[in-house]
């Protein structure tokens, strides 16, 4: 948690501090309804500052105890008289829980913006380096 949520994280001043922010991500995806890269251009939104001021973050020792193994993590959400739970074990992408073909296909897409070249990543580490450029 202390990595996560330390006294600089909950005022990220640039990319490198928001993107080890847990009150800037948690924030930031609620107000966006997604989180993305481009995310980081947001870091002086007040409407995420201001929702970054009511997040608490609470050390579980239980879950402490899982690490390395599992990182588990949940977030609990109360707005409007509701809660709303989410809880994951080990996050999407870890090699414990690695994305399908298609979740990678999709970010790289999304990233790069190139679509034509999927099979070229595929294939990339029995091809020659003159064969990419």
């Known amino acids: 948690v202390s990595i996560l ?5 909950w005022h990220p001043t640039n990319k ?4 080890h922010s847990l009150p800037f991500i948690i ?6 309804k997604d989180f993305w890269v481009n995310n980081y251009n947001d870091i002086r939104n007040k409407q995420i500052i201001a929702l ?3 997040i608490h973050i609470t050390e579980l020792k239980e879950y402490t105890a899982q690490y390395p193994e599992k990182l588990p993590i949940r977030l609990e959400v109360k707005c409007r008289g509701k809660t709303l739970e989410s809880e994951i074990e080990i996050p999407k992408g870890h090699y ?4 399908t073909d298609r979740e ?3 970010k790289f897409v999304r990233l790069t913006g190139i679509t034509d ?3 070229d990543m595929w294939t990339m580490e029995d091809r020659e380096v003159v064969e990419l450029v």
């Open 16 to 19: 490198e501090t928001a993107d």
């Open 27 to 32: 924030a930031s995806t609620l107000v966006n």
């Open 5 to 9: 949520a330390d006294k600089e994280k």
């Open 96 to 99: 414990r829980n690695p994305m």
């Open 104 to 106: 990678i296909e999709s």
């Open 52 to 54: 970054m001021d009511k």
């Open 117 to 119: 070249t999927l099979e």
